[in-house]
């Protein structure tokens, strides 16, 4: 089945950059675009159906690399608490941060994660992403991280979206383990990790690397596990201070290091030259009050790939709007609209290991896209949040979310 989409401008976003093709065409052969250049330039298509664009804007499908889509219960008392001057650390070791999460998450079905996550998708759907990443960590044992790893496979069966699965099991300490977080690494690496990856759940393995979570050599051990089962890593880095996380992944080839404002020079240094990318959450920025920024400087300075993502989880950043994203990564970390955009496609499929065939509009990869009714790229993140008019085609077909 060939599809014209004609009378459209495109934003490729082939290389990172808007690459900007006006009055433009796509011809999509199934799932995949099969040419993409000036209408004027097509000769005689042949197709089986013509779809008239009217002028839209079309960008890559949206990518979000980082989130945290399934868990039980939410943490709305946390943010009053958090507003009367609580921090994020306090509420953690007073039992409450993610080992909350984490009792309500143990103590909800599989139906019920799954319904509650469907419902939280359905904003990001609506909002142009095509592609979303999601994390386990809100079990913290087999039996439960299997169960967030099954509804993740579960919303990737059944949703119009594509859903890559990442095992974050060393998030926080369970309570099982409680001052021996050695033998829960132990058991995530002997254990947990071997059995969710012969189960087909796993497709990178992501840890928090800080001082209310893992150290680096703990981190270090789940990566070599990783490593033997054929995984590829992530970590949640230089958050709420700098221990080196960010060089610590990069020595394992991570595909990303995410968070990052308390990362250091020499951490871009090592990141750039391991090809990792550096995953910038400024809904969890904005939602701590945060005020140490990433170091934007030191990040284009040498060349790090940087992604935009929601972070979308119950404690740090309940975001269900990646498009705001872009607006905050504007406003709060100076990016540009045509970095943030590139934060949200090209560079976020390079953060999940996808960018041979997701990320850019060109021919041969995914036909992921959508067509935006709106002036020129830059309204994406000019628009705080509300839900935009668009078309969003997925494997070359018309969504309808
Ligand atoms: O990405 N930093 C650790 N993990 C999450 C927050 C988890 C939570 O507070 O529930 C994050 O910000
Ligand atoms: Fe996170």
Redesign the pocket.
Known sequence: MKTLWKNCHIASMAHGKYSIIEDAAIVTSGALIEWIGPQAELAEPEHDNCIDLNGAWVTPGLIDCHT?TVFGGNRSGEFEQRLQGVSYAEIAAAGG??AS?VRATRAASEDELYASAERRLRHLLKDGVTTVEMKSGYGLDLENERKILRVIRRLGNTQPVTVRATCLAA?ALPPEYTDRADDYINHICNDMLPALAAEGLVDAVDA?C?YLAFSPAQVEQVFITAGQLALPVKL?AE?LSSLGGSSLAARYKALSA??LEFMTEDDAIAMAAAGTVAVL?PG?FYFLRETQLPPMDALRKHGVPIAIST?L?????PGLSLRLMLNMACTLFRMTPEEALAGVTFNAARALGMSATHGSLEAGKVADFVAWNIERPADLAYWLGGDLDKRIVRHGVESSI
Do not use: V
């Open positions: 945290h941060g993610i999460t998030h928090f800080e949640h958050q995410d968070h959450l969890a972070d989880n119950p404690g740090t950043s």
